[in-house]
């Protein structure tokens, strides 16, 4: 009697374990953590590409991988007809690449790019970033602009720029990039440089407060310029320097930041951010669910199915686009 209880209470359930009755298709999108405010536009514009097509199902790593790599596993054992991920850590896609592999899961990361080594391991594996060096130049030719139209910029008139610089996380291929070229921009216009301060922000607001705090501290009379890879770093930045009394009474500090969120924008048009550079979360939010969702239906995509430029087979790039403020005091 037992026995035959157990024989059909597996021929009843074996369907839903074997994936027999088919569950709703999804698309899992894993973000590193929800509180970056850039991280979080991207999410919402992939959010609302979904409606009325594949559904997502969206979590939070908290920045922690190992919270990650389970949401992974759980999404893969969900039955997801494709993933989109946002590393916490960068250096661990390729055990991502390999979990997904073996279970036929496409992926597509966006934002943190997985290294080219990792890339190449499957080629259902796609990446929607944008040009880091790019947003470098943009926000170092805001500042050399403005540097070149105010010649009291140059506020101890020693002819060189004594400037800050709050960068984003240690290893992300943002940071290192933007920093690079912001500083090779800056040169190649023939601008002297003298770097007083540099430190990391994490890409986060109060760090970006407390980093520059620190700066104030040691050198408040000698700086002449901010530049944080990211907005939120930037408005931290501010707020530090409004504390100082900087953005009243005539006294100004240039500070360039990058996202163009809309805390960055706002602080565009009340002129404290002298400038940033856009980096399309909307579109980066769009191409990478519409890549996720024709690799679920099982198609290749193509740039007319996604409606972006596949670049290497396995690349979108969105382009940054410059936007100086009219904070010109
Ligand atoms: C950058 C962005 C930063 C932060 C970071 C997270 O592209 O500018 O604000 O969101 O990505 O990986
Ligand atoms: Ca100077």
């Given amino acids: 009697m037992r026995k035959h209880v157990l024989i059909l209470f597996l021929l009843i359930s074996l369907p839903l374990f074997s994936g027999g009755m088919k569950e709703e298709p999804f698309i899992g999108v894993a973000i590193y953590d929800f509180s970056d405010s850039f991280i979080a536009e991207v999410r919402d514009s992939i959010a ?3 409606e009325g097509g594949i559904p997502v199902r969206i979590v939070d790593a908290a920045r922690r991988q190992q919270t990650q790599n389970g949401q992974i596993e759980a999404f893969i054992e969900d039955g997801a007809s494709a993933i989109i991920v946002n590393s916490v850590d960068r250096t661990a896609s390729g055990v991502i690449i390999e979990k997904c592999m073996q279970s036929n899961v496409p992926l597509v990361f966006f934002n943190r790019e997985p290294v080219k080594d990792d890339m190449s391991k499957w080629d259902k594996v796609y990446y929607v970033g944008a040009n880091a060096a790019d947003s470098g130049r ?4 805001i500042l050399a602009d403005y540097w070149f139209q105010h010649p009291e910029a140059d506020r101890n008139g020693d002819g060189v720029l004594q400037f800050v610089l709050i960068k984003g996380e240690t290893g992300h291929q943002d940071t290192e990039l933007r920093t690079e070229y912001f500083i090779e ?8 440089l003298d770097k007083l301060h540099e430190d990391t922000g994490e890409w986060n607001r109060s760090k970006g407060y407390d980093v520059m705090k620190s700066f104030i501290a040691h050198s408040e009379d000698e700086i002449e ?5 990211n907005d939120d770093m930037a408005l931290g930045a501010i707020e530090a320097l409004q504390e100082s009394g900087f953005f009243s009474g005539g006294r100004f500090m240039p500070v360039v930041g990058i996202d ?3 805390s960055g924008m706002k ?3 009340n002129g404290t951010l002298l400038g940033t550079v856009y980096n399309d979360a909307v579109n980066q939010g769009k191409a990478a669910y519409h890549l996720a969702a024709e690799l679920a239906e099982g198609r290749i995509p ?7 430029e596949i670049t290497d087979g396995r690349y979108v790039w969105i382009p940054y686009r410059p936007l100086p403020g009219d904070a010109e005091q």
């Fill in 138 to 141: 943009m926000a170092a030719d």
């Fill in 260 to 262: 163009g969120t809309g």
């Fill in 225 to 229: 310029a901010v530049f944080a890879n």
């Fill in 185 to 192: 921009t800056l040169l190649s216009r023939g601008i002297r």
């Fill in 267 to 269: 602080a565009l048009q």
């Fill in 302 to 308: 193509t740039d007319e199915a996604i409606g972006y």
């Fill in 48 to 50: 609302a590409e979904s």
